[in-house]
């Protein structure tokens, strides 16, 4: 077995972590930062690029490069960067307001176009940073402080946008089930083009709770389902339930109950092209059903960037300026005696 070459440490900065005690920002942190280090790609390798948020001054705690950004705009700095320097690799960090709200329309395109950057949206359902009001992902009738009559319009679902938007690889984990976090982390850096993780993180001073059904271990093991590629699936406690198809949606079963068992439960095929199935496991919400965990969707495509730069490869090929002084001295020119 090859030596990890980097650990945690490597991706740590010096930096004072300033989110409030108990905030889910932390632990999905110390994942980033783990997930990282599994991946062996190293800090000056590695770009992290935020919005405007709570979740969005990530980049001051990575020894990486990294780039704090304007709200809204971390997707379309970061298809900068990443086409500027393919080289890198790139991580854009939203929240639900500034990758949902203001920056929803370079987070669809971002997915449209497959860049191959690596979006992590915390998803607190709530603007943290301004104190507190309601935002594109916070359920119909929520109160808060711009909302003290409750909302009255429902809330995007991101796994909905992202495939919407054509996304090819969405997943999901809860801040503090650091394994999870480290899985789905890692596999979206593995997967080429535009990733998606969202992550059920809790902002303890304005929406505590809001994922309260996962939040603990004991509750995942009843509320959620982790899902992976090639295996059936199964949840619950002891696995005894099960997702099986019925008509064009699924149903929870029980093993054991009407003759049900293992052969008769769904298998996980992540690399699916057709999304359908992966937007039902996604949109997938208690009580009646679990809430999917782990890699839901995971289907390779050319990226953007690479293709731009195969494209400026084929051009070059078919002109005969191949650089800047080729072209200035390629047409008629004259000397000046
Ligand atoms: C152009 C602009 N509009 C509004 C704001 C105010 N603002 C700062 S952060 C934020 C929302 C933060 O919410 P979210 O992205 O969900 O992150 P969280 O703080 O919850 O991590 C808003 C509206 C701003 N900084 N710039
Ligand atoms: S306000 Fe909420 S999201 Fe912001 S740091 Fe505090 S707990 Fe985290």
Redesign the pocket.
Same mark, same amino acid.
């Given at each position: 077995m090859s030596e990890q070459l980097y650990t945690a440490k490597d991706f740590k900065s010096d930096q004072y972590v300033r989110w409030c005690p108990g905030c889910g $920002?932390h632990a999905l942190l110390n994942s980033l930062h783990k997930a990282m280090a599994g991946l062996g790609i190293a800090p000056h390798m590695t770009a992290v690029i935020s /919005? !405007? /948020? &709570? +979740? +969005?001054r990530l980049p001051y705690y990575m020894n990486t490069y990294g780039f704090h950004t304007?709200? /809204?705009r971390a997707a379309a700095i970061a298809t900068g960067v990443k086409v500027a320097n393919p080289e890198l690799t790139v991580w854009q960090i +939203? #929240? $639900? #307001? $500034? #990758?949902l709200? !203001?920056g929803g329309n370079h987070f669809i395109h971002a997915l449209r176009r497959n860049v191959n950057i690596n979006i992590v949206l =915390? @998803? @607190?359902r709530?603007? /943290? =940073?301004?104190k507190g %009001?309601y935002?594109p992902t916070s359920p119909r009738g929520f109160v808060s402080k711009s909302s003290p009559y409750g909302t009255v319009e429902d809330p995007f679902r991101p796994a909905e946008l992202a495939f919407g938007a054509r996304g090819r690889f969405f997943g999901r984990c809860v801040d503090v089930d650091a394994a999870c976090s480290i899985e789905v982390l890692t596999a979206s850096a593995k997967h080429k083009g535009a990733s998606v993780v969202e992550v059920l %993180?809790n &902002?303890v001073i304005f929406n505590d709770g809001c994922h309260n059904a996962v939040a603990t271990k004991e509750g995942r093991a009843k509320n959620a389902i982790y899902l992976k590629h090639g295996e059936p699936m199964l949840f619950g406690e002891n696995n005894e339930k099960g997702l099986m198809q019925e008509g064009f949606g699924l149903k929870v079963v029980t093993l054991g109950e009407n003759g049900i068992t293992e052969k008769d439960i769904l298998v996980h095929n992540a690399h699916c092209e057709d999304n359908t199935l992966h937007m039902k496991l996604a949109l997938m919400e208690g009580p009646d059903f679990p809430i999917a965990l782990g890699v839901i969707r995971d289907v390779e495509s050319p990226s953007y960037d690479e293709c731009v730069y195969a494209q400026i490869e084929e051009v070059r090929a078919k002109k005969p300026a191949r650089t800047l002084e080729d072209f200035l001295l390629s047409g008629d020119k004259w000397e000046i005696k």
């Open positions: $920002d /919005g !405007i /948020g &709570c +979740s +969005s304007i709200h /809204g +939203s #929240g $639900d #307001g $500034d #990758g709200a !203001i =915390l @998803n @607190n709530i603007y /943290g =940073l301004t %009001q935002s %993180q &902002c």
